[in-house]
């Protein structure tokens, strides 16, 4: 018979099948707080898909620009920065938010004129110059903590 009451080697496996859930999620049986937990770290991969960095963009008007999204606590804002030929006061700059379009100008140049990728609270929205001059910076606020793959929605 069975020595000592253990299992064979296939019930064991059988056992360890049932719990495994078939997801390939590492054995994790169905205790909710497992599946809490499991919904966490899927809350924080999400976030940090909200969180991957600068990106470099060319517009067709050839200005250069760097965004980036920020998200935390449930909210998103997505900074943009424009590196300027030439150093701006804050009387050359003129940036216009509305809740799916961004218009900034500087000195008289468009840099950017377009339908953002998603919708921005106008409100919380603002700027800045850094940099003594070179530099503006475009802090837009989400209205929505989602992800924007993109800065400008494509038209």
Avoid: H
């Amino acid at each position: 018979g069975e020595g000592g009451g253990g299992m064979d080697m296939a019930a064991l496996q059988a056992m360890l099948g049932g719990m495994g859930g078939g997801g390939g999620m590492g054995g994790m049986g169905s205790d909710p707080e497992q599946a809490a937990m499991q919904q966490a770290q899927r809350n924080q991969a999400a976030t940090a898909a909200k969180n991957e960095g600068e990106t470099e963009l060319t517009l067709e008007n050839g200005t250069t620009l760097k965004w980036e999204q920020m998200s935390k606590y449930g909210e998103s804002e997505i900074i943009v920065r424009f590196p300027l030929p030439k150093a701006a006061t804050k009387k050359d700059v003129k940036v216009v938010f509305k809740a799916k379009q961004l218009k900034v100008t500087v000195a008289g140049e468009d840099l950017l004129d377009g339908k953002t990728f998603g919708t921005v609270s106008i409100d919380d929205s603002t700027w800045c110059i850094v940099e003594k001059g070179t530099e503006l910076q475009v802090l837009l606020a989400l209205a929505e903590d989602t992800k924007w793959n993109a800065l400008l929605a494509e038209d």
